[in-house]
Each structure stands twice: as C-alpha cells, then as structure tokens.
C-alpha cells in the first residue's frame, strides 16, 4: 500500500537478480522518457496545433522557423510553411538542441541546413540568407567546429 502512495516504479529483494535489476531499471527509464517527451519518435517529429487541428511536422522537412511575435511560422522543404499560436523559446524546448540553434531573436535554423555564412548571415541550402544577430554570434563558432 505505501509503495503506491509512494508512487515506486519497481521493488526489488535482496540478494537482487542482475536481469531482474536491468528491467527496473528499463523500465524507470521508460517511463522518464514518455514524462519528459524524450522518445524516439518525439525527436524525429514535432507536434504543433494550426488551423484547428494538430500538425505532425517531420524535422527532416524544416527548412527553418521564423518568430512573429506570439506566433511562429514553420518553413518546410516540401507544401506551405505552418503557423501555429507558440513562441520561438517554448519550440526550441521541444526541438532536439543537437539539430537546432537560434541565430537571432527571430529565427532557428536546423544545422544540417546551414551551408556557408557570410556577412553576418546564415545561408541554407534552399539559398535563403537569415541574419545572425550579436546575441547569438557563438552559432558561427558551433557552426565552425562541426
């Protein structure tokens, strides 16, 4: 009864198993994963709300994502861009930091589309130029070093 209240994930008794401990173990892990959102499936796809309905948006097909205010427009390599009511912070929270930087108080690009930089402005490989602002010039140095 005290383990529920407790909310305990596993109990384990002494002397304990090896294969026992290791499926405790996968099994807490599991479940930190679907608390904190960080599944596999989560990382390769991003949810968002837009005309009424929910948006799966596959990260392969971000172009990159643009900030307006209160809301943000989701580029994508293939159809329209995505509108959706969210701020550029609460998205990159969602987005694997690995894969994503913001490069200015408006814009977040995907790394893997960041071909050069020139004068202060990121270009992908769409040939589109964002600017990169002083707030966030450490993206040139990351950007360098992969």
């Known amino acids: 009864m005290e383990g529920f209240e407790l ?5 384990l008794l002494k002397p304990v198993d090896y294969e026992r401990f290791s499926k405790a173990v996968k099994r807490a892990v599991t479940y930190y994963e679907y608390k904190t959102g960080t599944h596999a499936d989560q990382e390769e796809s991003l949810f968002v709300r837009s005309e009424y309905k929910i948006v799966k948006i596959d990260l392969r097909n971000i172009a990159y994502i643009e900030g307006l ?4 427009r989701i580029h994508l ?3 329209k861009p ?3 009511l969210m701020t ?9 930091p690995a894969r994503f930087r913001r ?3 408006s814009y977040i690009v995907p790394l893997q589309r960041v071909t050069s930089v020139v004068n202060r402005k990121a270009i992908l490989d ?3 130029a964002l600017p990169i602002s002083d707030s966030y010039s450490s993206f040139v140095d990351e950007w360098k070093s992969r």
């Open 69 to 72: 205010e209160d809301y943000i």
């Open 88 to 96: 550029l912070k609460a998205v990159l929270d969602k987005l694997p």
């Open 103 to 105: 490069i200015h108080r």
């Open 126 to 128: 769409s040939g589109i």
């Open 7 to 11: 909310e305990a994930m596993d109990y």
């Open 82 to 84: 995505v509108m959706t």
């Open 77 to 79: 390599n293939t159809g």
